[in-house]
């Protein structure tokens, strides 16, 4: 056990319970009418205080890649924000799979906040990447719950370590920007435990964000502001989560309900409209007193935390954010393809660069996450800077829509016939993904394709330089040598890309998500976005990377893939058992060595992956389960150390409603993406029985031999039918081989038939010989014998 950290935990508990403490103090002492006025924000981007009591505002901001203050709280942000560092989005800090840049970056965010008097940080988005198509897919990080987990995890745990709160979001099941107020996301049980709730608990019990932020959409017909089921029973119930929850800006449907659910502010501010809803329905006994007074609790104790955390002289180092921001923005670059090595760009080579973003890049994305860079920077200047002017040429080929011409394109191909090495740059530009609405498809626009078409088909060697915030296809990746997914770097990308052109940074990001070779591959096609008032997820939890494994279909790109300009060779794995009690012990260990084989220094991200030999329950081929990035020399070796627990070879049982392990055997696969795992391990992994749901007069006859003390009644149920005999096999041997072959496909066909039988169909099929009475009895002996 590590003391250290249980202490911190310890003292992390005591606080928070001084200031519930406190908060319950305050609004002992308020009215209705103020408990009411907290529940509702003071115009767009600060809370109401009790001026009355000394208790005073606080302000929220924008700001998952970047803070995005508002100068005016009466203002969506229309007055234009106070200048802050541009750090690459959550789809480029995603893949770089490092936990550890990860926190310094939200560290460096909260001196920002800090220094701008915001006290709450609108971040960081969290939802799962259903589909490419996803408007607002750059601002999230994986398809992957652990993934996207542990970013979110760091990024707090940066962040909140600087004193400011933040506001992980959106909570639940916000898949799509169409309609997204309107829509409900309509999902199964499992579904929902498996793939859309683990990133947010990871983060809500490794981080304890100060926040959670209820999302606009509705779940299975309940809107997610007030869904009790997910912000009483799932979030604070169940993850134990001590914090205050908000409304997206605009998404409270009716207040009262929220309150009674756990929706405790309402942002941006309603006036009195609301409030008077809420007194009210106090006044009137159709809201409880102490249900207005916890809410009130949790919005006076967040302020509490965040006056206690105020650092009135804080400042921040704008040249070394900067530099944090250029350093992320390389470790993020997944280099796609490098034939012939290509890259990095050869010190004697002549380099044409080619597209409208070498010089005029699109390094964030659009919506309420925009940021004012505090500088910016471009790939054409910071490699002039490198390599110098000399060596470089330069033509626009396309304008800011991504159109081009005859003249743009002769420009382009003869700038590339000059030069040893053409990099296009190319992608999305701002019209083609954004919060408040969901691509139409994955192409690019015609404009980049026939640009990169016409100059591969006159220069040998091009590699593509992509800017983008999520999957697109590449109908053209054969034809050049190089692809480079630089993403939305943020302001200091154009030296990121730089960086890695050139070699002063060996690429090592790995993709977070899948990129599919057409739209009709994916997981969601023709289903996304949901229209008509439903997102059907009928994919289940075949979601990304699972969905292609379970179907084999060969992506793109898969889940987790990145090259390097070294390589890596797996040799050897490793674990603590070849046998693990999910009940009885508490964690496996695995260890995996990995190796630099190759001439440079690198960073590897050593992926680990379960998978359930014999599932009885539809499951993926592999899911990640943890993964670790390590910094390797030339030749270099180094042991790479896992733990497990009973969860990660657990399933959600719906029927249950709780996480269930069967007894089975399981590999451990440990590799560089999700289609290139060349170390397994087995591990048998044991189990008590799952509890079973109780049978019903609708059960399948075959139920019955799956329950503790049901062999008996299900023999009972097939004597009824008049096969009986057919359930022993005893006469087999006094019977030729023919016969016995004939009498095995004659079991096989009737107990197909009577397995799949609804229990209550054999007192009909009996003829009565099984009556409904005793068929009650059955069941009643049945509950007696399950331990539920």
Request: glycine share 10%.
């Given at each position: 056990?590590?003391?250290?950290?249980?202490?911190?935990?310890?003292?992390?508990?005591?606080?928070?319970?001084?200031?519930?403490?406190?908060?319950?103090?305050?609004?002992?002492?308020?009215?209705?009418?103020?408990?009411?006025?907290?529940?509702?924000?003071?115009?767009?981007?600060?809370?109401?205080?009790?001026?009355?009591?000394?208790?005073?505002?606080?302000?929220?901001?924008?700001?998952?890649?970047?803070?995005?203050?508002?100068?005016?709280?009466?203002?969506?942000?229309?007055?234009?924000?106070?200048?802050?560092?541009?750090?690459?989005?959550?789809?480029?800090?995603?893949?770089?799979?490092?936990?550890?840049?990860?926190?310094?970056?939200?560290?460096?965010?909260?001196?920002?906040?800090?220094?701008?008097?915001?006290?709450?940080?609108?971040?960081?988005?969290?939802?799962?990447?259903?589909?490419?198509?996803?408007?607002?897919?750059?601002?999230?990080?994986?398809?992957?719950?652990?993934?996207?987990?542990?970013?979110?995890?760091?990024?707090?745990?940066?962040?909140?370590?600087?004193?400011?709160?933040?506001?992980?979001?959106?909570?639940?099941?916000?898949?799509?920007?169409?309609?997204?107020?309107?829509?409900?996301?309509?999902?199964?049980?499992?579904?929902?435990?498996?793939?859309?709730?683990?990133?947010?608990?990871?983060?809500?019990?490794?981080?304890?964000?100060?926040?959670?932020?209820?999302?606009?959409?509705?779940?299975?017909?309940?809107?997610?502001?007030?869904?009790?089921?997910?912000?009483?029973?799932?979030?604070?119930?169940?993850?134990?989560?001590?914090?205050?929850?908000?409304?997206?800006?605009?998404?409270?449907?009716?207040?009262?309900?929220?309150?009674?659910?756990?929706?405790?502010?309402?942002?941006?501010?309603?006036?009195?409209?609301?409030?008077?809803?809420?007194?009210?329905?106090?006044?009137?006994?159709?809201?409880?007193?102490?249900?207005?007074?916890?809410?009130?609790?949790?919005?006076?104790?967040?302020?509490?935390?965040?006056?206690?955390?105020?650092?009135?002289?804080?400042?921040?180092?704008?040249?070394?954010?900067?530099?944090?921001?250029?350093?992320?923005?390389?470790?993020?670059?997944?280099?796609?393809?490098?034939?012939?090595?290509?890259?990095?760009?050869?010190?004697?080579?002549?380099?044409?660069?080619?597209?409208?973003?070498?010089?005029?890049?699109?390094?964030?994305?659009?919506?309420?996450?925009?940021?004012?860079?505090?500088?910016?920077?471009?790939?054409?200047?910071?490699?002039?800077?490198?390599?110098?002017?000399?060596?470089?040429?330069?033509?626009?080929?396309?304008?800011?829509?991504?159109?081009?011409?005859?003249?743009?394109?002769?420009?382009?191909?003869?700038?590339?016939?000059?030069?040893?090495?053409?990099?296009?740059?190319?992608?999305?530009?701002?019209?083609?993904?954004?919060?408040?609405?969901?691509?139409?498809?994955?192409?690019?626009?015609?404009?980049?394709?026939?640009?990169?078409?016409?100059?591969?088909?006159?220069?040998?060697?091009?590699?593509?330089?992509?800017?983008?915030?999520?999957?697109?296809?590449?109908?053209?990746?054969?034809?050049?040598?190089?692809?480079?997914?630089?993403?939305?770097?943020?302001?200091?990308?154009?030296?990121?890309?730089?960086?890695?052109?050139?070699g002063r940074a060996n690429p090592s990001g790995k993709l977070a998500e899948t990129f599919p070779a057409s739209l009709e591959q994916t997981p969601t096609f023709p289903n996304f976005p949901g229209r008509a008032g439903h997102a059907v997820y009928g994919e289940g939890v075949f979601v990304g990377y699972r969905y292609y494994d379970a179907k084999r279909i060969e992506p793109l790109f898969p889940f987790g893939f990145g090259l390097s300009y070294t390589q890596f060779a797996y040799e050897a794995i490793r674990t603590s058992t070849m046998r693990f009690d999910a009940d009885r012990d508490g964690a496996v260990t695995v260890e995996v060595d990995v190796r630099n084989i190759g001439k440079v220094a690198g960073k590897e991200v050593v992926q680990l992956y379960a998978h359930e030999r014999a599932p009885v329950v539809a499951r993926p081929v592999n899911e990640l389960r943890a993964f670790k990035k390590v910094a390797l020399e030339p030749g270099e070796q180094k042991t790479v150390r896992f733990t497990l627990s009973r969860r990660d070879f657990a399933y959600y049982d719906a029927a249950q409603e709780a996480w269930a392990v069967r007894t089975g055997t399981f590999e451990v696969r440990a590799g560089g993406s999700s289609r290139d795992l060349p170390l397994v391990a087995a591990i048998d992994v044991s189990a008590a029985q799952t509890r079973t749901k109780p049978l019903s007069r609708r059960s399948l006859v075959g139920e019955f031999k799956r329950v503790p003390g049901g062999e008996a009644l299900?023999?009972?149920?097939?004597?009824?039918?008049?096969?009986?005999?057919?359930?022993?096999?005893?006469?087999?041997?006094?019977?030729?081989?023919?016969?016995?072959?004939?009498?095995?496909?004659?079991?096989?066909?009737?107990?197909?038939?009577?397995?799949?039988?609804?229990?209550?169909?054999?007192?009909?099929?009996?003829?009565?010989?099984?009556?409904?009475?005793?068929?009650?009895?059955?069941?009643?002996?049945?509950?007696?014998?399950?331990?539920?």
């Amino acid at each position: 056990m590590n003391t250290t950290s249980t202490r911190e935990e310890q003292r992390m508990d005591l606080a928070q319970a001084n200031v519930k403490q406190q908060a319950a103090e305050w609004v002992a002492k308020m009215t209705i009418e103020e408990q009411a006025l907290l529940l509702s924000g003071d115009g767009w981007w600060a809370t109401h205080g009790v001026e009355r009591l000394g208790l005073p505002p606080i302000a929220l901001s924008d700001g998952p890649h970047g803070l995005r203050k508002v100068r005016r709280n009466d203002s969506a942000g229309a007055e234009g924000s106070v200048p802050s560092t541009c750090f690459p989005t959550a789809s480029a800090l995603a893949a770089t799979w490092n936990v550890d840049l990860l926190r310094e970056v939200g560290a460096a965010l909260g001196r920002e906040a800090q220094a701008v008097d915001v006290q709450v940080l609108l971040g960081p988005g969290i939802n799962i990447k259903r589909s490419p198509l996803g408007g607002r897919n750059f601002e999230y990080f994986s398809e992957d719950p652990v993934l996207a987990g542990r970013a979110a995890a760091a990024y707090i745990e940066g962040v909140q370590g600087e004193g400011v709160g933040t506001s992980l979001k959106h909570f639940a099941v916000n898949s799509q920007e169409d309609e997204r107020m309107a829509t409900s996301s309509d999902l199964d049980l499992r579904t929902l435990h498996e793939i859309y709730l683990p990133a947010f608990e990871i983060a809500v019990t490794e981080a304890r964000p100060w926040t959670i932020m209820s999302s606009y959409n509705l779940v299975n017909g309940t809107y997610a502001s007030e869904n009790a089921y997910l912000l009483t029973d799932v979030l604070r119930r169940d993850w134990g989560f001590d914090g205050l929850v908000v409304s997206d800006w605009g998404g409270i449907n009716d207040r009262v309900a929220g309150v009674a659910a756990g929706n405790d502010l309402e942002m941006p501010g309603s006036g009195d409209y609301n409030r008077k809803k809420i007194i009210a329905a106090v006044e009137e006994g159709r809201l409880s007193k102490p249900a207005l007074a916890r809410a009130a609790t949790e919005v006076a104790a967040l302020i509490l935390r965040a006056v206690a955390g105020r650092r009135p002289d804080a400042t921040f180092d704008v040249e070394a954010h900067h530099a944090l921001a250029r350093r992320a923005g390389a470790e993020a670059i997944v280099l796609l393809k490098n034939d012939d090595h290509v890259l990095p760009i050869a010190s004697d080579k002549q380099v044409a660069l080619i597209g409208a973003f070498a010089t005029t890049p699109r390094y964030q994305g659009a919506g309420s996450s925009m940021v004012n860079p505090t500088q910016s920077s471009n790939a054409a200047d910071e490699l002039a800077a490198i390599v110098g002017d000399a060596r470089l040429s330069y033509a626009s080929g396309y304008d800011a829509e991504g159109e081009t011409t005859d003249a743009l394109v002769a420009e382009a191909v003869q700038r590339a016939e000059g030069a040893d090495l053409a990099v296009i740059f190319a992608g999305l530009p701002d019209s083609y993904e954004s919060e408040g609405f969901d691509r139409r498809s994955i192409d690019m626009p015609p404009g980049h394709v026939r640009l990169i078409e016409a100059v591969s088909a006159r220069q040998p060697n091009v590699v593509v330089v992509l800017l983008n915030g999520s999957a697109v296809s590449m109908p053209w990746a054969s034809r050049v040598k190089g692809i480079v997914e630089a993403w939305l770097g943020g302001q200091a990308g154009g030296g990121a890309i730089a960086d890695v052109l050139t070699g002063r940074a060996n690429p090592s990001g790995k993709l977070a998500e899948t990129f599919p070779a057409s739209l009709e591959q994916t997981p969601t096609f023709p289903n996304f976005p949901g229209r008509a008032g439903h997102a059907v997820y009928g994919e289940g939890v075949f979601v990304g990377y699972r969905y292609y494994d379970a179907k084999r279909i060969e992506p793109l790109f898969p889940f987790g893939f990145g090259l390097s300009y070294t390589q890596f060779a797996y040799e050897a794995i490793r674990t603590s058992t070849m046998r693990f009690d999910a009940d009885r012990d508490g964690a496996v260990t695995v260890e995996v060595d990995v190796r630099n084989i190759g001439k440079v220094a690198g960073k590897e991200v050593v992926q680990l992956y379960a998978h359930e030999r014999a599932p009885v329950v539809a499951r993926p081929v592999n899911e990640l389960r943890a993964f670790k990035k390590v910094a390797l020399e030339p030749g270099e070796q180094k042991t790479v150390r896992f733990t497990l627990s009973r969860r990660d070879f657990a399933y959600y049982d719906a029927a249950q409603e709780a996480w269930a392990v069967r007894t089975g055997t399981f590999e451990v696969r440990a590799g560089g993406s999700s289609r290139d795992l060349p170390l397994v391990a087995a591990i048998d992994v044991s189990a008590a029985q799952t509890r079973t749901k109780p049978l019903s007069r609708r059960s399948l006859v075959g139920e019955f031999k799956r329950v503790p003390g049901g062999e008996a009644l299900y023999v009972e149920l097939v004597r009824a039918l008049g096969f009986g005999a057919l359930l022993s096999t005893d006469d087999e041997a006094s019977m030729t081989p023919d016969e016995i072959v004939a009498i095995r496909k004659a079991r096989m066909a009737t107990f197909a038939f009577i397995d799949d039988m609804p229990a209550i169909k054999v007192c009909a099929f009996s003829h009565g010989a099984l009556s409904e009475a005793r068929l009650d009895a059955m069941l009643e002996l049945a509950r007696k014998g399950l331990a539920i």
